[in-house]
């Protein structure tokens, strides 16, 4: 797709105007399939920066191209997909009290290395979600 590597990617197909609908994404002359699809009321441009800006905390970064060091999102959803990234569903108002218990266990089993390790990355990821 050219545009936004500046060379031809694997599957771009040259496209006029004319052929452009809804459900592909138009760079230049070349066109993708869209991949990811939100309800109308989403702010579709905010929601991929968030996820962005989550893929770089986590160290999901572009390594080539315009948008080198910027989070890589493809890459972060690959890694939940793969389990490589745990996703943790709690609500908001129970994230504090969770995160407080996970450094108060960690420092009561301080002895334990791996585990207390363990205890605060996850406590430090919850505070995180809470910014």
Sequence with gaps: MKGLCDRPCAGA???S???AIRGVIRQGDYTIPKLLWFRQDRDETAIL???AAMAAQHGYTNRA???YGAG???ELMAAIATGEVKLLLLPDEQQTLAAEFLRQ???DCAANVPLADALTAIAD???LSLL
Aim: charged residues 15%; hydrophobic residues 40%; positive net charge.
């Design 105 to 107: 266990s960690a420092a």
């Design 17 to 19: 105007t004319a052929t």
């Design 13 to 15: 197909k040259p496209v």
């Design 125 to 127: 990821s919850l505070q």
């Design 65 to 67: 191209g315009p948008k």
């Design 49 to 51: 920066d968030t996820l």
């Design 72 to 74: 890589n999102v493809a």
